[in-house]
């Protein structure tokens, strides 16, 4: 049941004038988060505090129109109200069944047309401008900075464009890269980041900067161009001229206009948002993008269904012990299909490859491929088909091929290669929502940026890559430290929301042992590594990576694999350090799941259980094998009873994961 509190009257709101200025408090509802707002007769800052801990220090904001409108500059307070809020938020496929929504609310509405809104939550802030004109306008640029109180540590996905002497090629992005450790005055002032990022305040507090409700508007990016402590917002400038380029499946600009975005009179613009939390963990199970985002725009969801999906790129096809040329062909997919079949896999897809190359016309089909055939026989084994598309090649014919192919009995579309965020990009993503939402169809939104909320919006969008997936183990240099970052960005990347990680591999390597192999790849890290993943990774829509016949040598691990879910009732962050270690439990139907993770350094450490309520518990575990530090393959399996009293022990090896399913007895 929802329930709603607005109140004029609640002591929100705290307005001193000094000096010419009037300084407005806004306090979370634990009251530990306090956002400071001075309003000047020339600009407006902001200024967040954490139990008396500075955590932002007075930071500047404003939005500049092309006709010489600035939000923000010489402003003339018109209203100021605020609002409590406490509601429950019940999502469709996510993490947990239930959100709390609750949070104190100042907004501050301007003789110019536009309002400036603040909120206060107890795990972060967000503002936004809304513009109230009766016009449509154009947004030359927008002005966010954070301006942090010292020379801290931050870690920083620095974007890596096509060309690197020009600066704004930094743009055409795959959002994919790992994190560098430093601190915010060693930034390269060459390069720009994309969010989200953290940013380490005092006392062992984390800062993670982002956006939410990206809709119709560029993402944003920081940028550190003089070696301060200051982060800029940097946002790409609107296309002007877009060349199509990999077969016409991409679309690269090569001219950009002078300014960022066409918007209509009444426009909400996104969230900037910074998330606070004093221990790690905190990050790994945070809900703000999610509460920040547009509410859902159709209220059946009876068809959209989250599920595994039996996947065919990362393992190159690779299928043996047949009597059959593996490949993209009928043959090669009906093997996909009784494998999907027999481990109750709900998905197949058929990734790059099923439609004509080089046409960028998803109306043509290879001649190896009777899809048709191909959907009736896995509909007869209870298996669901999905289509990658390249976006450009959707968004040629957006309405027809959803319409065609969801009448032939296709169930959803991963589109891929996006590689941009400016706002064209942006609002693709959301028109491919839109129109799949239309035909039942869900998206898996490939190739982009990271997630802003869209998920709620349009719930048939289960997953966004923006991640250094295990797809890079195809050709990265055994330089490439996957296993730390495994242990990374589930503090950073994944508070965004859902990724397509696309894990599960059957052949595992340590340290010394990783090589990339393009047609026959491997995992850094351990079996039980690839298996605690499923539990780690919050991904409604979860990919088997690895060669249906691998899978079929390593029976115990896939059938246990096949039977995580991959939406949760509820889900618990037990412990973790950024880049050290993470441990987080979930349930669905009052099955509870394990998993942790450790990076290069082998782990002991005791699980309190108390997480499962009272009672006594059967529990299937992985574990890590005595030699996994000399073979990442050797794993241990064991069923165990404990008491919900009672502590476990989980032991790591280097670069290894537990995992661990509990069934009351």
């Known amino acids: 049941m929802k329930y709603l509190i607005t109140s004029l009257f609640i002591l929100l709101l705290y307005p001193v004038t000094m000096q010419g200025q009037k300084q407005y408090i806004v306090k979370s509802p634990d009251l530990k988060i306090e956002v400071k707002i001075v309003v000047s007769k020339t600009d407006i800052k902001y200024s967040v505090t954490h139990a008396g801990d500075?955590?932002?220090?007075?930071?500047?904001?404003?939005?500049?129109?092309?006709?010489?409108?600035?939000?923000?500059?010489?402003?003339?307070?018109?209203?100021?109200?605020?609002?409590?809020?406490?509601?429950?938020?019940?999502?469709?496929?996510?993490?947990?069944?239930?959100?709390?929504?609750?949070?104190?609310?100042a907004t501050l509405q301007f003789k110019d047309g536009y309002s400036l809104i603040f909120r206060a939550y107890d795990d972060g802030i967000a503002y936004r401008f809304v513009?109230?004109?009766?016009?449509?306008?154009?947004?030359?640029?927008?002005?966010?900075?954070?301006?942090?109180?010292?020379?801290?540590?931050?870690?920083?996905?620095?974007?890596?464009?096509?060309?690197?002497?020009?600066?704004?090629?930094?743009?055409?992005?795959?959002?994919?890269?790992?994190?560098?450790?430093?601190?915010?005055?060693?930034?390269?002032?060459?390069?720009?980041?994309?969010?989200?990022?953290?940013?380490?305040?005092v006392n062992g507090k984390k800062i993670c900067i982002t956006e939410a409700d990206l809709l119709n508007y560029p993402g944003l990016y920081l940028h550190n161009d003089n070696n301060s402590t200051k982060l800029k917002g940097v946002l790409p400038s609107y296309p002007k001229k877009i060349v199509p380029e990999v077969r016409g499946l991409k679309g690269v600009v090569r001219e950009r206009e002078e300014y960022i975005a066409k918007c209509n009179g009444k426009t909400e613009f996104p969230w900037r948002v910074a998330i606070i939390s004093e221990k790690d963990y905190e990050l790994v199970d945070n809900d703000m993008i999610y509460r920040l985002a547009s509410s859902p725009t159709f209220t059946d969801y009876s068809w959209i269904k989250p599920g595994k999906v039996a996947w065919d790129w990362w393992n190159n096809w690779n299928v043996y012990g047949v009597d059959f040329r593996a490949g993209i062909n009928t043959e090669t997919y009906k093997y996909y299909i009784d494998f999907a079949s027999e481990y109750?896999?709900?998905?197949?897809?058929?990734?790059?490859?099923?439609?004509?190359?080089?046409?960028?016309?998803?109306?043509?089909?290879?001649?190896?491929?009777?899809?048709?055939?191909?959907?009736s026989y896995a509909r007869n084994k209870d298996v669901d088909i999905i289509l990658w598309a390249g976006y450009r090649a959707f968004d040629n014919d957006m309405e027809n091929v959803c319409r065609h192919y969801a009448d032939m009995g296709v169930k959803g579309f991963k589109i891929d290669f996006?590689?941009?965020?400016?706002?064209?990009?942006?609002?693709?993503?959301?028109?491919?929502?839109?129109?799949?939402?239309?035909?039942?169809?869900?998206?898996?939104?490939?190739?982009?940026?990271?997630?802003?909320?869209?998920?709620?919006?349009?719930?048939?969008?289960?997953?966004?890559?923006?991640?250094?997936?295990?797809?890079?183990m195809k050709w990265d240099p055994e330089s490439t430290d996957q296993v730390t970052y495994d242990v990374t960005f589930p503090f950073i990347r994944m508070v965004a929301g859902p990724l397509d990680y696309t894990q599960g591999a059957m052949t595992n390597a340590n340290k010394k042992n990783y090589r990339s192999?393009?047609?026959?790849?491997?995992?850094?890290?351990?079996?039980?590594?690839?298996?605690?993943?499923?539990?780690?990774?919050?991904?409604?829509?979860?990919?088997?990576?690895?060669?249906?016949?691998?899978?079929?040598?390593?029976?115990?691990?896939?059938e246990f694999i096949a039977r995580i879910p991959t939406v949760w009732d509820r889900t618990v962050a037990l412990n973790g350090e950024i880049a050290k270690y993470v441990t987080i439990a979930r349930e669905k139907?009052?099955?509870?799941?394990?998993?942790?993770?450790?990076?290069?350094?082998?782990?002991?450490?005791?699980?309190?259980?108390?997480?499962?309520?009272?009672?006594?518990?059967?529990?299937?575990?992985?574990?890590?094998?005595?030699?996994?530090?000399?073979?990442?393959?050797?794993?241990?399996?064991?069923?165990?009873?404990?008491?919900?009293?009672?502590?476990?022990?989980?032991?790591?090896?280097?670069?290894?994961?537990?995992?661990?399913?509990?069934?009351?007895?």
């Open 131 to 201: 513009s109230n004109l009766d016009k449509d306008f154009i947004v030359k640029n927008e002005q966010v900075e954070f301006n942090f109180p010292s020379d801290t540590k931050a870690y920083v996905p620095y974007a890596v464009g096509r060309e690197k002497n020009k600066f704004e090629d930094q743009f055409y992005s795959a959002f994919q890269n790992t994190y560098e450790h430093i601190n915010l005055s060693q930034w390269d002032k060459k390069r720009i980041a994309f969010l989200p990022l953290i940013v380490e305040g």
């Open 517 to 558: 192999i393009y047609d026959n790849p491997m995992s850094q890290g351990t079996r039980c590594r690839q298996l605690a993943e499923y539990v780690i990774f919050e991904s409604p829509l979860n990919m088997l990576c690895d060669s249906p016949t691998n899978y079929k040598r390593e029976p115990e691990c896939t």
């Open 589 to 665: 139907d009052g099955v509870w799941y394990l998993g942790s993770m450790t990076d290069w350094t082998p782990r002991k450490m005791e699980i309190d259980l108390s997480f499962l309520g009272e009672g006594n518990f059967r529990v299937e575990i992985f574990k890590d094998g005595i030699n996994a530090d000399r073979n990442a393959n050797d794993y241990k399996k064991e069923t165990i009873n404990i008491s919900s009293d009672q502590k476990l022990t989980i032991d790591m090896s280097a670069g290894g994961g537990f995992v661990a399913k509990f069934d009351r007895i």
């Open 418 to 472: 996006m590689d941009r965020d400016d706002q064209l990009m942006i609002d693709f993503n959301r028109r491919a929502a839109e129109v799949g939402a239309k035909y039942k169809l869900i998206i898996d939104i490939h190739g982009t940026s990271k997630p802003t909320g869209l998920n709620r919006t349009y719930p048939n969008v289960v997953n966004f890559e923006g991640v250094h997936g295990l797809e890079e």
């Open 54 to 105: 500075l955590m932002i220090d007075m930071s500047p904001l404003s939005l500049t129109l092309q006709d010489g409108t600035v939000f923000a500059v010489n402003p003339k307070i018109s209203k100021v109200s605020t609002r409590k809020v406490n509601e429950t938020i019940y999502p469709v496929l996510y993490k947990k069944k239930e959100i709390q929504d609750n949070y104190n609310e």
């Open 344 to 375: 109750n896999i709900e998905y197949v897809i058929l990734d790059e490859g099923w439609s004509v190359p080089g046409k960028a016309d998803l109306m043509q089909i290879i001649p190896e491929i009777d899809l048709p055939e191909i959907i």
